[in-house]
């Protein structure tokens, strides 16, 4: 959740975030008309709280009829405590429920806009020139005898796939490359649940505008996790850190793509299940904008190491998620698209996920106060993608990038016969 305090502070820096989500601003009026009614709530109920205590001390002294009426004046003092604690409640919840809903403050240096409106940071590496014509990731999977899309949808459905043989050995070479860049960085691996309970979902900011994306178990209350960010996030909830703490998590994702009828259903672009090492940081909130450019360099150093042409995006306001304030995505050059496409992105999502699930750290003068969270992926199955078409032969053969040799075993993917 956004800071309240911040809002009565300032609540045209709330308005401005709103405009450039294409969100209602009107919110920022109601939420500070309801923030003042429920602190009159707690100021009368205290009030009356009060004057009940030394209302009591005077009937202990009290003698015959003198007590009597003053007894009954005590029970018109306690149906007006009531009265005044349900009022306090009853404008706690109300707020509570409108604030849950607004989404984090935009970064003053996000760019406005949707999806389209991105600004392009800067671009690493040229598209190579093929002498030959190029194809996609799920012919050269196919042939390579590592990805099985028939199969995936007949035991699965739509959009799910088997990685085998090579295709198994390339995801799990990304995942550990990854693993070991992390933990060489400090970062402590995590193998994460990727069942949660509503309330850390919720606290995320993942049932918001996102929910249709997740897959529930309503039987068991339970969420399939989209990323590790989620379990991560919960993890420290209700805790008062003793210092920044960073996690890498491996764990497989679901996503259920509601709303992309018809975009990417050829190969492993945009599917319902992969696997995916996520770097997750919990910092001081001043400390949040320098870890955001560490996350992305973490994010290079990985796309360098795959030796693919990329460049980096400034996600636009109106193309953020709930709970990120900035965010960068990496995206790759994939030939046979003639098209850059996401593998990494990286937020920061200030104070606003921390808040919703209690975590905080102690300040200078030894007080509580809330922590940000940032997140940021290292290694995805959609890798695959970007590495198969990028290193691709003319015999359908595929060079594997140097700093991946080491964990695949081989120099080169051969087709099968």
Not at 6 to 16: H, M
Not at 36 to 44: P, Y
């Amino acid at each position: 959740m956004i800071d309240l305090k911040a809002l009565r502070e300032n609540p045209e820096a709330v308005r401005a975030s709103q405009r450039a989500r294409g969100e209602d601003e009107g919110v920022v009026d109601t939420l500070l008309s309801l923030d003042e009614r429920r602190r009159s709530a707690i100021a009368r109920a205290d009030a009356l709280r009060g004057e009940q205590k030394a209302f009591g001390k005077q009937v202990g002294r009290a003698r015959g009829e003198e007590r009597d009426a003053l007894l009954a004046k005590g029970k018109e003092l306690a149906a007006e405590v009531k009265a005044a604690e349900a009022e306090q409640h009853a404008t706690n919840a109300e707020l509570d429920a409108l604030h849950r809903l607004v989404p984090n403050v935009v970064h003053p240096d996000a760019p406005e806009g949707g999806e389209d409106d991105y600004v392009v940071v800067k671009h690493v590496g040229e598209p190579r020139a093929f002498d030959f014509e190029v194809q996609d990731h799920l012919d050269l999977g196919t042939r390579l005898g590592a990805i099985d899309m028939e199969r995936g949808a007949k035991v699965s459905g739509s959009r799910f796939y088997f990685l085998t043989g090579v295709g198994a050995q390339l995801e799990l070479a990304l995942l550990n490359m990854a693993v070991a860049q992390a933990t060489a960085a400090g970062f402590q691996l995590m193998i994460t649940p990727t069942l949660v309970r509503p309330e850390i979902m919720a606290g995320t900011g993942f049932l918001g505008a996102h929910a249709s994306e997740i897959y529930r178990l309503e039987a068991d209350d339970l969420y399939l996790v989209g990323t590790s960010e989620v379990p991560l996030a919960g993890y420290h909830s209700d805790e008062i850190l003793d210092g920044p703490r960073r996690y890498a998590g491996w764990s497989s994702c679901y996503r259920r793509e509601a709303g992309s009828y018809g975009k990417d259903t050829r190969g492993i672009i945009r599917v319902h299940q992969f696997n995916k090492v996520e770097m997750f940081s919990y910092v001081r909130p001043e400390e949040a904008e320098a870890e955001h450019a560490r996350l992305l360099a973490y994010e290079e150093e990985m796309l360098a190491k795959i030796e693919v042409p990329y460049r980096v995006i400034d996600t636009a306001a109106g193309d953020l998620g709930t709970s990120a304030a900035r965010k960068f995505d990496c995206e790759a050059w994939i030939p046979s698209q003639q098209a850059y496409r996401e593998l990494t992105s990286t937020s920061n999502c200030t104070t606003f996920q921390a808040r919703r699930l209690n975590v905080r750290y102690r300040d200078d003068q030894g007080r509580p106060a809330i922590a940000a969270t940032l997140n940021g992926t290292l290694a995805t199955t959609r890798w695959i993608v970007a590495i198969l078409e990028n290193h691709q032969q003319a015999d359908g053969s595929v060079v594997v990038p140097a700093a991946l040799r080491p964990f695949v075993g081989s120099d080169v993917l051969r087709p099968k016969a």
